[in-house]
């Protein structure tokens, strides 16, 4: 089960994902239990136009970038955080710890010559109005930063190097 906090205008809700029965999810809001039909599964967030909600259609638009969705009483502003990952880094086994996503530098929490233990937070890389802490992918010294702040960076950037 997926668990996320999702932040719609303010209002802070917890969902749980259930596992995915064809078009057909269990999903739980603030431990309510919900039926959410998507009719077009296969079909990206961007080109969701409607869904059913324990028998009731609803018309949505999805931001491409996940940040609003517009409901049929308007705009809503959406911030999504994933409660059980981190973001996933691609695997370079070289000590190049790289950028999975683009996004915004908002800080660097190593220096060069710092030691650093597998899993230690490196730096903090904010897409999607969410905060991703890039990992140390084993134990060593930070050989490089090349990551500043305010910096935008795009994805397999090189952020820091582990030695």
């Not at 409607?50 to 517009?70: A, S």
């Not at 660097?108 to 730096?123: I, K």
């Not at 930070?142 to 820091?160: D, F, P």
């Amino acid at each position: 089960m997926t668990s996320l906090e999702v932040i719609i205008d303010g209002t802070t809700y917890e969902v749980e994902l259930g596992l995915a029965g064809g078009d057909t999810h269990t999903v739980k809001v603030n431990g309510e239990p919900l039926t959410v039909t998507v009719p077009r599964p296969e079909a990206v967030v961007t080109e969701m136009d409607w869904l059913i909600i324990n028998g009731w259609p609803y018309e949505l638009t999805f931001d491409p970038n996940m940040q609003w969705l517009r409901a049929y009483d308007g705009l809503h502003s959406v911030e999504i955080h994933d409660r059980a990952q981190h973001v996933a880094r691609p695997r370079s086994g070289d000590g190049r710890v790289k950028a999975p996503i683009p996004g915004l530098i908002s800080r660097v929490l190593v220096a060069p010559g710092e030691s650093v233990v597998a899993g230690q937070a490196l730096v903090i890389l904010e897409a999607m109005k969410m905060e991703n802490e890039i990992r140390a992918p084993f134990d060593g010294v930070v050989s490089s930063v090349s990551a500043n702040i305010g910096e935008t960076v795009l994805r397999g950037q090189v952020l820091v190097e582990v030695k």
